[in-house]
Structure formats: C-alpha cells, structure tokens
C-alpha cells in the first residue's frame, strides 16, 4: 500500500514536471517566433547586413581548388581499388551515444545538432566509430572498405597549414580474424604507395603498438589507471619538447618523477629490426606480458614489410602514441620531412599526413552482445596534402584546366544562333564536350579569345559559306590552322584530335 | 445484475491496472532518462545499450548500393562535363542567417547545430543558395558550374519511395548576363540527357515561368500581397485534386472563389507552342505586361527546344509553381511516367526526378549592394532515382561487383605466405589490382572460391614447382584454364586478360 501511495506520488511529481516544461517549451517557442518575425522584418527593410562568409574553419572550393583536389583523391582512391576494397558511405551525422565514450579527451570537440524535436543528433568527428556502428549494426564480420567523407571537429583551425573545422578523411580499413600482422602491412603498404605516387618529398611512417606503449607504463611505474592520460601526454611529443611533457606528467597529471624519467628514456628510442631486438632483450620491457607480445608482433611487421621493400622509410618510434582512445595494437602515422638544406643537420618533420592502427574492440562496443571484430585502418590527412599541392602548383608555371570542353561552336557571321544550337546539340548526343557563347551575335575574337582563357583546344566555326558546303571549319587553336571537314565527318575528327586529352 | 457487477468490478481492475501500467511507463521513462544521464556520465560501466542506428530519415550505402550510386552519378557528372561545367564544394553548414529568408513556408525544416559558442550555423538545405552566397562573397558574374553534394530537411522521410531526410542534390547552373532562353534550354537539354541516359523509362518535362503565373494571379484577381501563398497552393496540384487545392485557397489563405475558379480553369492547361500562341492572344492574358514577357520568352524556349529536338518531351503546364520563393523566370519539372498498361488510359506521373528554374534575385540579395548576377540551373533527384535503380537491379539477374580486383594471389601448398607477399607485392607497384587472403596457409579451395564470390576473374597461384621454373600459374576462373607464364611476363599477361574490364 504504502508502495502504491508512494508510486502514485511519483507519477502526480512526473505530471507536474510534464506541465512546467510543457509550459517553458512554449514559451521558448513563442519568443523564437517574435525573433524569426524580427529577423525578417529587419530583411525585408533591406537594412539588414548580411555577413558574407563561409562558417569559421570552413571553405569553398573553387573550380581551382577542386581540380587539385580531384587529382589527388584520383591517386588515392586507385590504390585503395588496387588494394581491393569495396567503397561505403555513411550519415554526416549519427545519434550522439553512438559518439559517446569514443575520444577521450577530444569528446568536447563533437559538433551537436540543435534538439528541434526527436533524436538527438551530432556530426561525425571521424569515419572510423561510424564504420564500426555499420559493423555491429550490419552483423558485418569481414569486410575490406574504404571511405572518403568529411568529417567536423570544432577545433582551432590553422588553414594555412591545412587544419580546418570542416575536412575531408580518406579512411582504408580491413575488419576480420586474420592471421597477425597481415592486414596492418598492407596498411602501411598503401601509405607508402599513395605518398610515394603523390610525389610529396622524402617521408617517414613512424610505428609503435599499444601494448608496447602499456608494457611500457606499467615497467616505469606508471599505475593502471593512467595509462591513458600518460598516453596523451606522450601523443604531444612531436609537438612540444619532452620537458613540457614531463611536467605535464608530473605537474597535472600527478606521476611521479621517477617514473616520468623512466619513460623518457624509452621514448626517445627509434630504430627499426635491431632496435626490436634490444628491447626483446631489455631486462624490464621482456618481463611483461603485453610488451612481449607487441614486440613480436613488431618484429613480424618488419619481416612483412621486408617483403614489401619499404623498410627504407619506417620507423620504430617508442615516442608515437596516437590520441584516440580506441587503438588496441600497431599504430602509425606518415610525416613530411622538410627539404634537407646545407645548415640543417637532420630533416625536420612537417606535419603528419596520413595516420592510424589497429582497434579491435570499438565494434564490440556496439554489439549487444560485446562480439568483437578486430580493425586495422589508416587514415590519409588530405588537407594537408592539399595545401602543398595548392603551393606547389601556384609556385609552378603549370596553368590547370577546370573543364574537360573539347570544342567551342562559335559562328563567323551574324544570325547564326540557330545554326550553333543545331550543331552544339549534334556534338552533345555524339558524346562530344562541347561549348558555345550565350549571345545572339558574338564576335569571332571574343570566341576565340574564351578558347585560349580556357583551354578548349578546337572551335567548330559555322558560317554561311560553310552551310552551303556542307562542311564546318575547325580551327585549332594552338596552332591557329584551319581545315574544312565535312559535317558528317565532324564528330570523328574531333574525336581523334583531342584523344591525348 | 451480479453478472453486470462483475463486469464493472472488472472493468474497474482493468482501468486501475491500466492507470497503474501507465504510471509505471511513466516512471520507467524517468528512469531510463536517468539512466541514459548516467550511462553519459560513465560509460566506463559499459552497462549502457546502445540503440544501434542511424538517425532518422537517414541510411548507411553499402557496397553494393555504392555500386549503383556511382553509376548515377558517372551519368550524371559526364553529362555536366559534356556541357562545360566547371565544379565547385562549399561547407555542409552555413552561418544561420545565410539561410534566413530564402525558403518561405519551408524554413521550418531546417536543422540549426546546436550553439556551443561561436557562430550559429544550419545545414544546408539546398545547394542553391550556397552557390549564390559563393557567387557573391566571390565577386564572381559568370560561371557554369555543377555541385554534388547532400543537403538536409527535417521533413517527414518517406524512405522506400526515396525521401531522405539526408539527400544527394545533383546542381547544375549557369549564372551571368546572357541572351534570353539560351543557357534555360541548355539546362532542359540536360535534363533531357540525363534521363534519356539513365533509361528510367518514359518521362515528361513541364515548364512554365513565374511571370506567366504572376500575370494570370493579377488577371484573376489574386491581391498582390497573395501571390506567394497562393503559389504554394497551386504547387500542390501535382500531389492533391483541384477542389482540396481550391478550399486552402478559399478557405484557409481567404481568396475569393470567384478569383479561385477563375485560376482552376487556367491551371488545367497544358500543351506546346499551340498554347502558347493560344494565350498569346487571350483576351486578359495578353493585357498583363509580365505574362505577355513570360509567354513571349516561353515561345523563344520553345523554339531553340524545336533545335535541340527534344520538344516531344516537353510539355508547357499552367499547374506547375515549384515551392520555392527565389524563381523568378522559367520553371521546370521532370516526372517519370508510370509505364502504360491495358488498364489505364493516360499514363500516370510516379514523382518528380529533376527540377529547376530561373533566379535573378537571389545573389542580389547577399551582395551588401545589391547587384543582380541572373542564374538558371537544374537540380537533379538523383534518391529517387537510385530506388528506381536499386528495385531495377534486384529485379534483374545482374550480379554487380563491388570491386575492381583483377587477380587474386593464391598459394597450392603451405609455408608459401612470404612468397606470395612478395608477388603481390610486384603486381600492385606495377598498377594491378590484387588481392590475397589474409591467412598463413589458406586452403586452394577457399581461394578458388572467394574468386566466385566476389568476382575476381584471374587467380596468380605460386608453389614451390612454379618457384623452381620461375613461372607462375595463371588461372582464368571463368573457364578453369591454367597456364604458366614466366614471371617477368606476368604483369603484362594480366593486363592484356583483364583489358575488357
């Protein structure tokens, strides 16, 4: 009884929550209408000035921009085919849990959706949770796919050096029970292939492994639940100088010094097979379990990427930590190496341009039943890519064509728009790229003219000499000859003259 | 009456029992709400069930739907190519206010990010206006561009007929000051193009022009002030009959029916240059200044049309108003024709695929002095048309492939990993694409048929004869022929086997 009342009491406190929100809720509604009203009665008025800008972090590709962008996604994208992967596409936003829990420290730079009523929304940070929500959800255990999306980080953008808000990822991922070390080289493999055929300058992939980074808290002395954090802290090495770290570690996060300069000391190890071996040998790292396990996985990856013939530009890096919680074994990440000049000892590195490594538990975290599907996948930083390709190119003399047009239709005399838009539209059922001035009566020069700002490389000229011949004068603009072709004939010589393009 | 008694004592327990559940449905969401507050304070329980989905009116692209995806759309961007487009990318958000004003009745779709400081931001809700604040914060008069990209409405999904809540918008527009009708007819020729292409069976386009519509309004008596409500209306025509058109026109916008009947007679024509030259010379019609420019400039589209010869497709309609407020000139609508059987007299219109018209106002409205750039484009729905490819594709016997991979290295016998890693290895330097399974010692068999599975047409097998000889076995899976070709020659044989591909 005492129950019932109690439940009954509950049920009337629910109620009258119910009411007050139900009541603030319209009020909120009404004042965003009132605001909605005054926001178009003030552009109704015309005095309303607008602020002409793409949203902070963000930008628009122009023709330019997108011709640079095409050649490259064009190389990456045929080395994820040549790899064999199937492609996927995914919502730009998912339900905010299925973020949740996933970044660390980094959750504070998810973009929410405004709650409009029903789910609750955020932007995808990364393509790489959502790839393992379509596992889950999909019962999906074996899959080799590739993904090219944008993704949003409300971060502080550096566009200049190719960090925005809004940017693209280019994720390869190989999910499946698989023999060890297998799918990780291919991994670094295509890393190699797409910097290589990008043709960006030297690079180096620095590697590392979780369960080396572990094995190696815990034989400094770091305890279990600062694994993590210290994790972080190591992730900002490249960044900032060790000493930083270290009083980052000590001061913040509460390490002892000790344990902190034990850390120090691996951390600053690079190498490749040799330097395996010594640690496979090291009196501290061989005793623990993890460690050992990553360290002979370490050693498999190199016999693998022996094969491969890319050792020459791998690294063992004890100092690489990567930031996302979610890696579970190998992780790497691809770096730029400045121009080696005369006053600089050894290359500097520019930034990283492609990242990634192995989790095998992010896809259990969505199961209802906690199966896993082990994942390894790399991420390629186009942005940045971007960036030197857009440099690079406003530094050379190379002037880029923005369209694929073949032939311009233009006319020599007037009252010939008929006669243009007779032939244009013959050339685009025959699968020719074809342009022509929207004007009655365009002049010849300013025909031509278009053609050289362009890049067309041949105009198809009618003319009323022309129509009586049943001919039509191509000219070719490079060399400013002129030749009288048969209109029948007129597809295939403009087929054959600009099959090089 | 015991019986009766009964009956109410039970009708009674059933009501308490009812309250009771209700009660406790109540509770229990309190609870969950709770719980889902706690399960974000700490997911480290790992106790949380997820909802695995994606957010409503949204879906993920699998392979195989990524397949059909990129066939559309290789149809769709040649022919923008084709006709000289260039192409552009803006951000999937706008400033909040970039938006503000240019939906009318719709602006209540939009989805806002929710304010975490900053800027306030939507989601784009077409691509039209992105282009046209481009245009402006550009300084840019002239371009013809196309834009692929999804855009985003809070409207009520309607998924199995192809109406996401997150859709691809396929943009093509021509903006600058051109000769009348010239860049209009270009865009209805590609829209002519691109179905024809995509052979999604009969269709019709049905043009007409704002100034036509405004003109017959004013010649109706339809007050000033109503003309774009009474638009919206009208705008419905294709979806629900004249008489429920009529009462929200009456009834709820407060026409009169007198004005209402007066419209509903003009509505219900349609045809071709005939009505054209019929309205030409109605007595009301041809007194209103902007119909008479409206129809003068519908028969010169009428006319290049007849040149392009795609008019039979082409069907001038009073019905049509398209919803939005930004068209100033020619309108358009492309609908796919049920096809035709015994049973039905006329052929039935399924849903529109494609859709457009002129807007001269709309970049004026972001450019801070106001300066005009008029443009016309075509937005194509392409949703609608991937279902129609999907349905078509299921339908069929075609089994479409989801990858292009050209050769699969196999090993016959055991311990051959590091052989074929290396083979591999070879062939993806030297642009082919292959793949290998991911196992130490795979079985010939599971090989063999992981070729059938996914359609990999060649199988390069190495074994420890082969490796003596220095050849490799190359099988054709189709037939099940084997030949051994010299390993130096094998890249070049692979090409030549798969150059159909």
């Known amino acids: 009884m005492a129950e019932e009342a109690a439940v009954r009491a509950q049920a009337e406190t629910v109620r009258r929550l119910k009411q007050d929100k139900a009541d603030a809720d319209e009020i909120a509604k009404e004042v965003a209408k009132l605001l909605e009203m005054k926001a178009q009665l003030g552009t109704d008025e015309g005095k309303h000035k607008f602020v002409l800008k793409t949203p902070k972090g963000t930008r628009d590709f122009g023709p330019k921009e997108m011709a640079i962008r095409e050649r490259a996604f064009k190389a990456i994208i045929s080395c994820f085919k040549r790899h064999g992967a199937e492609v996927i596409d995914t919502p730009v936003f998912e339900l905010k849990e299925t973020l949740t829990g996933k970044y660390g420290e980094d959750a504070k730079l998810i973009y929410d959706l405004k709650d409009q009523g029903g789910e609750l929304l955020s932007l995808r940070y990364d393509l790489t949770v959502p790839f393992a929500r379509y596992l889950a959800m999909n019962k999906i255990t074996n899959i080799k796919r590739y993904h090219i999306a944008k993704v949003y980080r409300r971060d502080n953008p550096a566009m200049t050096r190719g960090r925005y808000r809004e940017f693209y990822q280019c994720d390869f991922d190989i999910a499946g029970q698989f023999d060890p070390m297998i799918p990780d080289a291919e991994c670094l493999k295509i890393v190699h292939e797409i910097l290589s055929d990008l043709q960006l300058g030297d690079f180096v992939i620095k590697v590392n492994d979780r369960r080396i980074l572990d094995g190696m808290f815990a034989v400094c002395g770091v305890p279990d639940s600062k694994f993590r954090t210290i994790c972080s802290s190591v992730d900002k090495l490249d960044k900032v100088p060790w000493e930083e770290v270290r009083s980052e570690m000590v001061g913040e996060k509460g390490l002892s010094p000790e344990a902190a300069d034990r850390i ?110 082990p994942c390894v996948g790399v991420s390629i930083g186009i942005e940045r890519i971007f960036s030197i390709l857009e440099q690079r190119l406003e530094a050379s003399e190379e002037k880029i064509r923005t369209t694929e047009t073949q032939v311009l239709v233009a006319s020599a005399q007037k009252k010939l728009l008929e006669e243009r838009l007779k032939l244009i539209s013959e050339l685009w059922d025959a699968g020719i790229k074809a342009e022509m001035l929207y004007k009655k009566n ?59 393009c």
């Open 264 to 373: 120090g000391e691996y951390v600053q190890l690079h190498g490749g097979l040799d330097l395996i071996e010594q640690l496979l040998q090291d009196p501290k790292l061989s005793q623990n379990k993890v460690a050992k396990e990553g360290l002979g996985d370490m050693k498999l990856l190199f016999e693998y990427l022996t094969l491969f013939g890319i050792t020459e530009k791998i690294s063992f890096d004890l100092s690489l930590a990567r930031g996302l919680d979610y890696y579970t074994g190998v992780i790497f990440e691809a770096v730029l190496l400045q121009q080696e000049n005369e006053h600089v000892e050894e290359p500097v590195s520019v930034g990283s341009v492609a990242g990634g490594g192995r989790y095998d538990g992010l896809v259990g975290m969505f199961d209802p039943k906690g199966r896993k599907v």
């Open 442 to 500: 365009p002049k010849l020069l300013n025909q031509l003219q278009y053609c050289e700002e362009t890049g067309i490389p041949l105009v198809a000229i009618v003319g009323e000499q022309e129509l009586k011949d049943g001919v039509v004068k191509l000219r070719i603009v490079a060399t400013r000859e002129e030749v009288n072709v048969r209109r029948e004939s007129l597809v295939e010589e403009i087929r054959i003259r600009t099959s090089q």
